[in-house]
């Protein structure tokens, strides 16, 4: 908006200026002259922008002089208003019609400002535009004029030009005030550092000062002045890349809204990737735009035909403030970013100008070094298809590179000024519904263009093959802009190479410098055809091939249709052919490719490239590319054979994998061919540009040698299929039909071995990788792979902006190894970044890759002979800028092959189709679902496929998002039609979601129960790609405007999403392919990253459980302390509750900023609810808990109240009697032995007498009790005692077999006939059974001795137990025992002390229990010798736990044991006594020892819990969850090679885990006893502090108050009722004292003393008494870890991880299952161990009874059907299981044998391939 502060000059050009005109520099100050005629210049002064000026402005006469004030400095900055006079000024050479004025930026107080240039202009030549200069009039030619655009002419104008004088002389002056140039970023004052920073831009853009008075100068400055308008000042030599513009950046966010000129290069390219040819056309934003009334204080009544005349025609008129704000020429936009572009932008750039049918820069002069150049390198990737037509109508269909393409050309340029648009005549020449070359009449077009001059253009006319082409094969045309006269270098290589030429003329003189031109044109044998801008004539043949025509006043149409003709007769006849190659040849063109980084790449490929020529295209892959090609196909069949087991399964597997590893071998043998060694040094070799033009010479070369030939058999192929439909039609079923058909198959078949391009070089290098890592794997010792370098580069390559394949479309296979690796490599380079995955979906060939190259500027094939196969992942970044919007890094892009491809006709289509539909739908975070057209029957085959995809997304837990994209829809404005199919896809929706439920087992019934899906904005229609018939035919524009909505509304959604991290997909990729490769998806998913997330997520909540337990543990101690102490006599649990506030709130905050924070939290979700609920019931459990245990410590006070009154009182008389005796023998008291003997001898006496009338409590013997109790029951005493001594008792909960425990019921037939007869072959003979008989009555006769003397393989009558009976015992011996534990615990042994009835109770309880589980089964009983074990074993088990509650009630209890244990303590009284100490020392004396005892239990206590937490954190097998506890288990079995510790783990783990934790603490202690004594002595030192700070504050308070020695204790107790116990009324006679001071010395005294007793006792971890601990380590730890799930695999035992019991979901699992051998699993009324593990069975078709009674099979991959134990389990197929119990398998095969009575043979015979594994192995496989 202008204003009255800021006004400038505008000057309008409606005349030419004399062709004699000149620019001059004068003085040695070299001052800037412009001669100019006043006319020329509509001048205002600036400095009368005022408002209350405006009424004074004057129009300036002809001889008034205006001073012309020039700025060098501010030249490049011009803002906006500055340069327009400028831009209306510049012309066009090319048409000369105009040659307007330029004006110069106003200057401002800058006396010695140079302009620099160093980028751009010439180091010789200097401008100094220092002072203010005055213009002088001298001629200014038009050729010093630089300029360009001669489509902006006005030919109406040509013959009104007149000529200005040169004694006429215009000063003038400029604005002073220049606050609109300075840049946005500076203050308005800011006019030192506005020159500063367009001084720093000028040094940028310039070398050297220009003060040479040559044209080009100006020039030069124009173009500087440009680059900073499209702030590209800096990018000349610091060249814009793709990298710029590849990525997910604000810029591409409102690209079609108007933009500032410096975002105007910007939008030009993200337009151009968008295919939008609309790029050209990018509306300016002009804040200052606004028009204002300048006359609003002129007259208004002056209305005067004067007036009105002036105001439209004189010159001289102010035009005042109505200013034309003139933009940058789009052609200035386009060129200014090509300069500005490296090599790789250029050729992305004109790739897409010929996508959008725009005519490509084939010869460009640099404005800064006026070399010509040749950018060959960027026609490069540019493709060309057309069907030609020859004489007899035979249409021909042609693809090939259009640097290869050999063509007519036609030329087309100008000599002198003329007035017609050769542009657009070109243009309307080749198509007249597009500009293909950029006219005066194009949208946006202006008089000014600076950088097209002599620039020529090149554009194909591709031929349709049908009648109405302009011609019959392909042509290029030329179009050379500017005055051919100037530009000789391009004129001459444009007439040499061209076909015709074709010349527009002005009217011109016989001596013209132009006919010189002509005549040699006349001359030459080549066609000309001149066009005649001033003449009106039609076409005329003055010659033979020479012609001529008129454009003035004539029908464009007709003209065209002329030239079309002429053209078109001239072609038809032998002509040479141009070549765009041939232009490099030319020495006075710089070539691009001439680059030596080019060159580098371009002879690197060219070696790879030069091996393959010689050889047959189909023989290619298999000779070089061997490793892909038949052995990779058989490797994935057989991998997917894995999944398919018959039979003997992992006999069968064990097979399959050794073949697997046959080919693994080969391919090692034969990789690293000629050409992948020369590949693989190139990439590793080359820098990094050198490496990026190698490898886009490799896909170009490669392209170029397989395009004819694939192009042959394409045509072939459509020629087949056409010929198979066709008899298809008339429903021939005939052996032509058939014969055709395979003569399809075969094309097909060497189409896809003619297929050879980059990608295929990329999966050889993955296949090298995981062949020599297999192989690497398998050698012992070696752990690394020599090629780890592979997927290095790979990753390089794939964070470059290369796509990356993913799934190899040939073999329809991930290579999973290779992609980890790849991938890991990514995440090593970049860090685990996260990316959100977008994935496509949709039908073959509906243009899915070009939508996406669109969206994002990617690399996808597009082309129709080189379909997407497989799947291809790409990188987009997100720019820095951006990331505040997101919560990711990048965009993985994953482009897939289409459904129902041709190359799978005939093949398994379907399941292909749903396999990649479920993979790629899986992988994405988003997934577009691509639909061409309104066909129905392609509308549901895509949709049922996804709909069905999605679904089983649901059952395993993901959840992706999805749009749809309908393309090619036509009227797409039409809002009711949309709404229309929307509905109609909503029905179809829901109609496919109903289907799809059946087939999946689900319960939906509309699409939105199956996914989040709002029809209104997850549906975007696109119009078609093309804008008209292809290959002409540009891009649709509304097709760009499509993909720009799609990527907001993608960009929007995106902006919820976390999606995920490179190794979560990576996680992702390798569990949803695991899963494909079973026929049942939703069956097989596992989400390891899931398990993950949620392992992880139980070790923390581990540690908060352990932080709640640890704080009540040592709440607990307090309590128990307070207790003894005599200060609690009830606890409420508010007072728990508030004592565990803090606690309970960081762990809180704790769990909270776990779920908020953690890089997971998306997937945490899920959980966060459950674990709070189950964190809360812990809580609760944990406060009742604690509650219960402080109340039973009071009862258990109160119920020993009376005992611990009468201790007081015998300690009180043997403390007088001590005294006593020690007044009596003070004269004796140097004689220690006689002191000795009199203490001695009384102390019997005094105990004897004090505990004359208290029984005292005996020892028990438990096993006794139970050998008598057993007796009375009615079992033969003989028989108790042989089973006690033999100890079998102790082995009868992990007995292998219990069929010497079990004799046949009277009620149950062993075999029935039907069964006997179906198993007759699998029976014995005749002679074993009778053998097997007499051996089991001769046992029966010699009694039974002991269930290790068993018959192995024993199958007839007396193998009475199946399988499933010997389980259900074991589990039943299990329960008892259990369930005595339990009764044992209810005891109050510690109170009451042992009675033998609780024995009885016991035994009494496992008789009934046998008895009910007999009447249960009926089919056998049991032997009364597994009544006597089962009791003898409970009642043993629970003896250890009487004896030691037993021990603490006799202790506590017993008088005479208690003052036993005071004997050395009165001793030491005595004899203190006897030496004269006193009260106060004596007293301290008691104390210290109270306190000893007291302190040395609290140190035990606390360090039992320090201990426990330390273990946690550095002992590794207690250092995470229960998993992890599990492999150090399962490590230090195989150490130890114990096969009946095997045997309790398997059958009975808890028990297993408990002695595990108990051995674990044991051994750290002895091995760690410089940690665990640092615990210990730390207590100690905390005990002694708190006691001497107890000991000051009780005397501080004594002296305070003047109390007395029962008042002191009393305060001393107070300050320790929570750390020690410490009762002060068991010291009496203590009155006397009253020096408190001296009492507290003496305590300390003595106190240190005891704890340097303490210490010492303490010192040595051996010396640890563990019952000395109140809670053990061990069991607080056991309480810790083995408070969770332990339910077992109903196949092979394994224990379920779940941390929690009752864990949800309710889905027991488990990370590795094992051999069902190892449970004692086999085959149905056989000796055969069933040895497969259940992994592998639930992938095969194999079937199952769930127990040996049951007739009812069940399919493995059913199993979940056979019953409730089978159901809560969640058994995946999974190929990983660990070799360690193979190894366990194969080393105690014997072991096994005996224990389960079966044999590892027929189907059961153990693999060869597992006896490989050695115990080291089998360790390694845990970690």
């Known amino acids: ?41 509509d001048i205002t002064d600036s400095e009368s922008q005022h408002s209350d000026q405006r009424d004074d402005k004057t129009t300036k006469t002809d001889e008034e002089k205006t001073e012309i004030t020039t700025i060098s400095s501010n030249f490049p900055q011009s803002s906006k208003k500055d340069i327009e006079n400028e831009r209306d000024d510049l012309v066009d050479p090319c048409d000369e019609s105009l040659i307007p004025t330029c004006t110069i930026p106003s200057a401002h107080q800058d006396q010695d400002t140079m302009v620099h240039l160093d980028h751009f202009a010439d180091p010789h030549i200097l401008i100094n535009m220092d002072n203010v200069g005055t213009v002088s009039r001298k001629s200014l030619e038009p050729e010093a004029l630089d300029i360009t655009d001669s489509e902006s002419q006005h030919s109406d104008q040509q013959d009104d030009k007149t000529t200005k004088t040169d004694e006429e002389k215009t000063e003038i002056t400029t604005s002073s005030n220049f606050a609109q140039s300075i840049p946005d970023n500076l203050p308005e004052d800011g006019v030192a550092n506005k020159e500063k920073e367009e001084e720093k831009i000028l040094k940028e853009i310039g070398g050297g000062l220009i003060q040479k008075n040559i044209p080009e100068n100006r020039q030069l400055a124009k173009v500087a002045e440009l680059m900073c308008r499209l702030h590209l000042q800096d990018k000349y030599q610091d060249k814009l890349t793709t990298a710029d513009f590849l990525n997910i950046g604000s810029s591409a966010q409102h690209q079609h809204e108007p933009q500032t000129e410096n975002k105007l290069a910007h939008t030009f390219l993200q337009r151009l990737l968008m295919l939008d040819y609309r790029a050209r056309y990018i509306p300016v934003r002009d804040e200052n735009s606004e028009m204002h009334d300048t006359n609003d204080n002129r007259n208004d009544n002056a209305e005067t035909e004067e007036s009105a005349f002036d105001a439209l025609f004189n010159k001289n008129t102010v035009s005042g403030d109505l200013k034309r704000n003139t933009h940058v020429h789009p052609m200035d936009v386009q060129m200014a970013v090509f300069h500005c572009s490296d090599s790789f932008l250029r050729q992305f750039m004109v790739t897409k100008l010929s996508l959008c049918q725009y005519a490509l820069p084939l010869l460009v002069p640099n404005p800064f070094t006026k070399e010509i150049e040749c950018p060959l390198w960027t026609f490069r990737q540019i493709r060309k298809t057309w069907k030609s037509t020859n004489d007899s109508n035979i249409v021909t269909s042609q693809s090939m590179p259009i640097y290869k393409a050999e063509t007519p050309m036609v030329s087309f340029f100008r000599l002198g000024s003329v007035s017609s648009s050769k542009s657009q005549l070109m243009s309307n020449l080749i198509n007249q519904r597009h500009s293909t070359f950029f006219h005066r009449h194009c949208p946006g077009s202006s008089k000014t263009c600076l950088l097209m001059d002599g620039v020529v253009e090149i554009a194909w006319y591709c031929p349709a093959g049908k009648p109405n082409d302009i011609f019959t094969d392909c042509v290029a045309f030329c179009n050379l802009h500017g005055d051919a006269i100037a530009k000789e270098i391009q004129r001459d290589r444009l007439i040499e190479k061209a076909s015709v030429n074709v010349i527009l003329l002005p009217s011109l003189g016989k001596g013209d410098k132009s006919m010189a031109i002509v005549q040699e044109l006349f001359k030459s044998s080549k066609p000309l055809i001149c066009l005649l801008t001033e003449e009106d004539s039609v076409a005329t043949e003055i010659k033979k091939g020479k012609y001529k025509m008129g454009l003035r006043d004539r029908n464009q149409s007709d003209v065209s249709e002329e030239l079309k003709r002429i053209i078109r007769n001239n072609l038809s006849r032998p ?6 190659e041939d232009m490099a040849e030319y020495s006075g063109f710089r070539v691009d490719e001439d680059d030596e980084d080019c060159q580098v790449g371009k002879t690197n490929a060219l070696q790879i490239t030069d091996l393959l020529k010689e050889m047959e295209l189909s023989k290619i892959k298999e000779e070089f590319l061997p490793c892909q090609g038949r052995m990779w196909h058989d490797w994935c069949q057989k991998n997917k054979d894995l999944y398919r087991l018959q039979g003997n399964l992992e006999m069968e597997r064990s097979k399959i994998e050794h073949e697997m590893m046959q080919i693994r071998h080969h391919q090692h043998q034969v990789a690293f061919t000629e050409l992948m060694q020369m590949f693989i040094t190139s990439l590793r070799s080359l820098g990094e540009k050198e490496k990026s033009y190698f490898l886009k010479w490799v896909g170009i070369l490669l392209d170029d040698l397989s395009s004819d030939e694939l192009s042959d058999l394409h045509h072939k192929y459509d020629e087949k299929w056409s010929k198979v439909l066709a008899l298809k039609k008339k429903h021939d079923k005939s052996e032509q039909l058939k014969m055709r058909q395979m003569e399809l198959e075969k094309i097909s078949e060497k189409l896809q071995a003619a297929t050879f391009g980059f990608e295929h070089i990329l999966r050889e290098m993955g296949q090298i990788y995981e062949a020599h890592a297999s192989v690497a794997r398998q050698s012992k010792g070696e752990s690394e792979v020599t090629v780890s370098y592979l997927p290095e580069l790979a990753a390089e390559l794939m964070i470059s902006g290369h796509p990356m394949e993913l799934m190899d479309g040939d073999a329809a296979h991930v290579p999973l190894m290779w992609i980890n690796g790849v991938l890991d490599e990514v995440i090593n380079k970049l860090g685990d970044q996260r990316v959100f995955v977008l994935s496509i979906l949709g039908i073959q060939s509906t243009g899915k890759s070009t939508m996406l190259n669109a969206m994002f500027g990617l690399q996808f094939a597009v082309s129709a002979g080189r379909c997407t196969r497989g799947a291809f992942m790409q990188l987009v970044k997100v720019t820095e800028e951006m990331k505040d919007d997101f919560r990711f890094d990048y965009v993985l892009v994953i482009d897939t092959e289409g459904l129902r491809a041709l190359e799978l006709a005939g093949k398994a289509t379907v399941h292909h189709d749903n396999e990649l539909a479920t993979f790629v739908i899986g992988l994405g975070n988003m997934t577009l679902i691509n639909i061409f057209g309104e066909n129905p029957a392609e509308m549901q085959d895509i949709i049922q496929i996804a709909v069905q995809a999605f679904m089983r997304m649901k059952k395993v837990n993901l959840s992706p998002s999805c749009v749809f994209v309908h393309q090619n829809v036509g009227d797409i404005m039409a809002g009711e039609k949309n709404m229309e199919g929307k509905r109609r896809l909503q029905d ?25 899906f709002d029809i209104q904005r997850d549906v975007k229609y696109f119009s078609q790609l093309w804008e008209g018939s292809p290959p002409m035919a540009p891009p649709n524009p509304c097709y760009s405007e499509n993909v720009q909505e799609l990527r907001k509304t993608i960009l929007s959604k995106t902006s919820r999403s976390f999606g995920m991290t490179l190794s979560q997909f990576k996680s992702r990729i390798q569990d949803l392919w695991n899963a494909l490769l079973t026929e049942n998806f939703v069956f097989s998913f596992k989400n390891t990253l899931e398990i993950a997330v949620y392992r992880k997520l139980e070790i923390q909540y581990g540690k908060w459980i352990w932080a709640l337990r640890s704080a009540m543990l040592t709440i607990e101690n307090q309590l128990h302390n307070r207790i003894e102490n005599g200060k609690l006599h009830m606890v409420e649990r508010h007072y728990l509750v508030e004592e565990m506030r803090k606690t309970r709130e960081e762990v809180d905050k704790s769990m909270e900023k776990y779920f908020d924070e953690d890089r997971d939290k998306e997937m945490l979700i899920q959980w966060r609810g459950r674990f709070q609920t189950k964190m809360c019931e812990f809580y609760d459990e944990l406060v009742k808990g604690a509650k219960r245990k402080i109340e039973e410590v009071i009862q258990q006070r109160d119920a020993r109240k009376k005992l611990d009154d009468k201790k007081t009182q015998y300690e009180n008389k043997l403390f007088q009697k001590s005294k006593e005796l020690a007044s009596k023998l003070k004269d004796k008291a140097k004689d220690e032995k006689q002191l000795e003997n009199e203490f001695n001898t009384l102390w019997g006496v005094w105990v004897a007498e004090l505990t004359n009338d208290t029984p005292s409590i005996m020892d028990i013997n438990i096993l006794d009790d139970v050998t008598c109790i057993l007796g009375e029951m009615g079992y033969e005493l003989s028989l108790v005692h042989d089973r006690k001594s033999c100890g079998m008792y102790r082995e009868i909960c992990t007995l292998g077999s219990y069929l010497n425990y079990a004799i046949v019921s009277k009620h149950q037939d062993l075999f029935n006939d039907d069964q006997h007869s179906r198993d007759a072959q699998r029976k014995p003979n005749n002679d074993q059974l009778k053998k097997n008989n007499v051996w089991g009555a001769f046992k029966s006769f010699l009694g039974f001795k002991s269930p290790e003397n068993k018959t192995i393989g024993q199958i007839g009558p007396s193998n009475i137990l199946t399988y499933t009976d010997q389980e259900l015992i074991r589990a039943f011996t299990n329960d008892v025992d259990k369930q005595s534990q339990m009764i044992i615990e209810t005891k109050p042994i510690e109170k009451m002390g042992y009675n033998d009835s609780y024995m009885q109770e016991i035994a009494t309880h496992v008789k009934e229990s046998v008895k009910e589980f007999e009447s249960k089964i009926r089919k056998y009983a049991f032997k009364k010798e597994f009544t006597i074990d089962l009791s003898l074993h409970v009642c043993e088990l629970a003896g250890s736990k009487l004896a030691d509650s037993h021990s603490k009630f006799r202790s506590n209890n017993d008088a005479l044991t208690y003052l036993e244990q005071k004997r050395p303590q009165y001793n030491k009284i005595f004899k203190r006594y006897c030496k004269g100490s006193s009260s106060a020392a004596v007293l301290g004396e008691l104390i210290c020892n109270t306190l000893k005892e007291s302190i040395v239990q609290a140190v035990y206590d606390q360090t039992a819990i320090d201990l426990a937490g330390e273990m946690q954190l550095s002992h590794p097998p207690f250092s995470g969850n229960r998993s992890n506890m599990e492999n150090h288990i399962l490590i230090s079995l195989a150490e130890k090679e114990n096969f009946d ?20 603490v044991e051994k750290y202690m002895l091995t760690e006893r410089s940690k665990v004594l640092a615990l210990i002595e730390g207590n100690i030192t905390a005990k002694e502090q708190r006691v001497s700070h107890a000991l000051h504050t009780a005397t501080k308070t004594v002296k305070n108050r003047n109390g007395d020695t029962n008042m002191w204790l009393k305060e001393l107790s107070s300050a320790l009722k929570d750390e020690l116990k410490f009762v002060e009324n068991h010291f009496s006679d203590f009155c006397d004292i009253t020096d408190f001071d001296f009492l507290e010395e003496e305590v300390r005294k003595d106190l240190a003393n005891r704890i340097i007793e303490i210490n010492r006792s ?13 809670e053990r380590p061990g069991e607080i730890l056991i309480k ?11 196949f092979c035992k394994a224990i379920c991880t ?45 079937r199952f009874y769930p127990s040996h009674e049951s007739e009812d099979k069940y399919l493995w991959k059913e199993y979940r059907k056979a019953g409730p134990r089978f159901a809560d389990w969640s058994i995946t197929p999974d190929l990983s299981e660990l070799p360690y119990w193979k190894w366990f398998v194969c080393r105690f095969q014997e072991d096994l044998e005996r224990y389960y009575d079966l044999k590892f043979q027929g189907r059961g015979e153990i693999p060869i391939e597992w006896r490989k594994f050695t115990k080291q192995q089998a360790i390694e496989s845990l970690k």
């Open 1698 to 1742: 779940n941390t929690m019991k009752g864990h949800k979901p309710k889905d027991h699992n488990v990370p590795f299952h094992r051999s069902k051998g190892i449970k004692g699993m086999h085959f149905r009324n056989t000796v055969e161990f069933s040895i497969d593990f259940c992994t592998t069975s639930v992938a095969s078709n194999g």
């Open 1541 to 1560: 510790k095997f045997m309790t783990y398997i059958h009975n783990p808890r028990k297993h885990f408990e002695k595990f934790i108990r051995e674990g």
């Open 988 to 1012: 179809k929706l829901d109609e496919m979601t109903q289907l799809a439920a059946k087939e999946e087992d689900s319960n939906a019934e509309c699409f939105s129960d199956v996914i989040a």
């Open 1 to 41: 908006m202008e204003t009255g502060e800021n006004k400038e000059m505008e000057t309008e050009t409606e005349d030419a200026l004399d062709p004699s005109s000149e620019c001059t520099y004068q003085g040695e100050e070299h001052q800037l002259f412009l001669q100019l005629e006043p006319e020329a210049l």
């Open 1680 to 1690: 810790h870890f083995c408070d969770c799930c332990w339910v077992q695999c109903p």
């Open 575 to 580: 002509c040479c052919s141009f070549k765009l």
């Open 1658 to 1670: 303490l010192s040595n971890v051996s010396l640890l008494a563990m019952k000395q601990f109140r």
